[in-house]
T-cell receptor
Framework: QKEVEQNSGPLSVPEGAIASLNCTYS??????FFWYRQYSGKSPELIMS????GDKEDGRFTAQLNKASQYVSLLIRDSQPSDSATYLC????????FGKGTTLSVSS | DGGITQSPKYLFRKEGQNVTLSCEQN?????MYWYRQDPGQGLRLIYY???????QKGDIAEGYSVSREKKESFPLTVTSAQKNPTAFYLC???????????????FGSGTRLTVV
C-alpha cells in the first residue's frame, strides 16, 4: 500500500462548480496534513493545513480530515480557471510525504 | 524578503559527472529537505536535516549526498552513481519536521537537471 494515495485525474469541472479532491494515507500515526497546489513547471505552494478531525475552511477552500478512515479531502467552491493545477496531498511521517497529485482542470 | 533560493534554475550534467545544487534560506528555519519530482509524479524525499551537521536519508537517497555546515545552506550533490538523475529538484525548509505553522514547508523555485 502506498503511503499517500490520490487519484491522478484529470478531474474536470465547469467554472463555478465544486471540485472535490481526495487522499488516503497509510500511517495511522500521521499528525499533520497539507494540501499544496502546483502549477506546471513551478514549485508547490501551501493552500491548506489541517491537524484535527473535522472541517477547516479558508475562503473558497475547505479541508476535511477523518483520522479513523485515514482520509483527507479538499473542496474548492466556485472553481475558477485559475484553479487549474495539480493538487498534492502531503502527510507527515518523519518528514512530509507527498501523494502523486490530482490534476484539476476548470473550464470556462 | 525571506525565502529559499535555489540555483541554478537549469543544470546540464554529462554522463559520469558529479554536480551540486545549491539551496540557501534566510527564514531561520531549523529543518531543510531535498525532494525529487519526475514528470507526472509527486515529490519523493531524498535527504532531510533537522539541525546543522546532521542529516538523514529519505526514500531515494542512493546516488545523492548532502552537507549541512551552516543553518542557512543545504547543498545536494548528484553523483555519478545516480543512474537516472534527470528530474526537477526542490529544496524546502520548515521550522521543524512537523511543519505545523501557517507556512508548512516552504519551497524554493527548483532546479531542473538534465543529463546530456
Amino acid at each position: 500500500q502506498k503511503e499517500v494515495e490520490q487519484n491522478s485525474g484529470p478531474l474536470s469541472v465547469p467554472e463555478g462548480a465544486i471540485a472535490s479532491l481526495n487522499c488516503t494515507y497509510s500511517d495511522r500515526g500521521s499528525q499533520s496534513f497539507f494540501w499544496y497546489r502546483q502549477y506546471s513547471g513551478k514549485s508547490p505552494e501551501l493552500i491548506m493545513s489541517i491537524y484535527s478531525n473535522g472541517d477547516k475552511e479558508d475562503g473558497r477552500f475547505t479541508a476535511q480530515l477523518n483520522k479513523a478512515s485515514q482520509y483527507v479531502s479538499l473542496l474548492i467552491r466556485d472553481s475558477q480557471p485559475s484553479d487549474s493545477a495539480t493538487y498534492l496531498c502531503a502527510v507527515t511521517k518523519t518528514a512530509l510525504i507527498f501523494g502523486k497529485g490530482t490534476t484539476l482542470s476548470v473550464s470556462s | 524578503d525571506g525565502g529559499i533560493t535555489q540555483s541554478p534554475k537549469y543544470l546540464f550534467r554529462k554522463e559520469g559527472q558529479n554536480v551540486t545544487l545549491s539551496c540557501e534560506q534566510n527564514l531561520n528555519h531549523d529543518a531543510m529537505y531535498w525532494y525529487r519530482q519526475d514528470p507526472g509524479q509527486g515529490l519523493r524525499l531524498i535527504y532531510y536535516s533537522q539541525i546543522v551537521n546532521d542529516f538523514q536519508k529519505g526514500d531515494i537517497a542512493e546516488g545523492y549526498s548532502v552537507s549541512r555546515e551552516k543553518k542557512e545552506s543545504f547543498p545536494l550533490t548528484v553523483t555519478s552513481a545516480q543512474k537516472n538523475p534527470t528530474a526537477f529538484y526542490l529544496c524546502a525548509s520548515s521550522i521543524d519536521l512537523s511543519g505545523r505553522t501557517r507556512y508548512g514547508y516552504t519551497f524554493g523555485s527548483g532546479t531542473r537537471l538534465t543529463v546530456v
